[in-house]
């Protein structure tokens, strides 16, 4: 089965620039996504098709996918920002997600 | 505004069965495919199953593959996980999601309901 990896967790200082990495065989072939899951909320979607952000996500947010990591990059982060990340790309026709990145503005 | 509000969850013995429905609305529900995720303390988010637009493919995570059956109603906006032969491990939230057309971008979640599999 296909595994996406991420850390699982993030600290960063409010203002500073967020990055957070999702691991996967040759990941560039496919097309990832990146969902943000606040507490007792269900998930958001962020970003899409590696670096697309869906209408109301801040600029703030961006995505790239090479080789074999894809990375969400949040710049000026914000405490709003806070919660859980998650990657996500399918797999011969299978949603794999990546085990979620606890994001930590400090 | 887009919504899907799930319903059906609650408390199942082992072994028993229970069927979800999610209900969509303010958008051309029949134009979209649907999926289930689940969210599990022990393996966080997991796909579970996912319908095609006219209801003519389905497929299904192994975990639950020939227990669970996914289907709609494009008359009523509708989607059912029916849910056989529960076991534990199915206790979760489960989430409702919609698929952008194209590359199954899933970019529209329901709150989830929650299913709890215990004696």
């Known amino acids: 089965s296909y595994d996406l990896t991420q850390p699982p967790s993030v600290s960063v200082s409010p203002g500073q620039t967020a990055t957070i990495t999702c691991s996967g065989e040759?990941?560039?072939?496919?097309?990832v996504c990146w969902f943000r899951q606040r507490a007792g909320q269900s998930p958001l979607l962020v970003i899409y098709?590696?670096?697309r952000r869906p209408s109301g996500i801040p600029e703030r947010f961006s995505g790239s996918n090479s080789g074999n990591t894809a990375t969400l990059s949040i710049t000026g982060t914000q405490a709003v920002d806070d919660g859980v990340y998650f990657c996500?790309?399918?797999?011969?026709?299978?949603?794999?997600f990546g085990g979620g990145t606890r994001l930590t503005a400090l | 505004d887009v919504q899907l509000v799930e319903s059906g969850g609650g408390l199942v013995q082992p072994g028993q069965s229970v069927t979800l429905s999610c209900a969509a609305s303010?958008?051309?529900?029949?134009?979209?495919?649907m999926n289930w995720v689940r969210q599990t303390p022990g393996r966080g988010l997991e796909w579970v199953s996912r319908?095609?637009?006219?209801?003519?493919?389905?497929s299904y995570a192994d975990s639950v593959r020939g227990r669970f059956t996914i289907s709609r109603d494009n008359a009523m906006n509708t989607v059912h996980l029916q849910m056989n032969s529960l076991r534990a491990e199915d206790t979760g939230v489960y989430f409702c999601?919609?698929?952008?057309?194209?590359?199954?971008?899933?970019?529209?979640w329901g709150k989830g309901t929650t299913v709890t599999v215990s004696s």
């Open positions: 999601v919609r698929s952008l057309v194209g590359d199954g971008t899933m970019d529209v």
């Open positions: 303010g958008f051309s529900f029949a134009s979209y495919w």
């Open positions: 319908i095609r637009s006219d209801a003519t493919f389905s």
């Open positions: 040759e990941l560039t072939e496919k097309n």
């Open positions: 098709q590696d670096f």
């Open positions: 996500q790309a399918w797999d011969s026709g299978i949603a794999v």
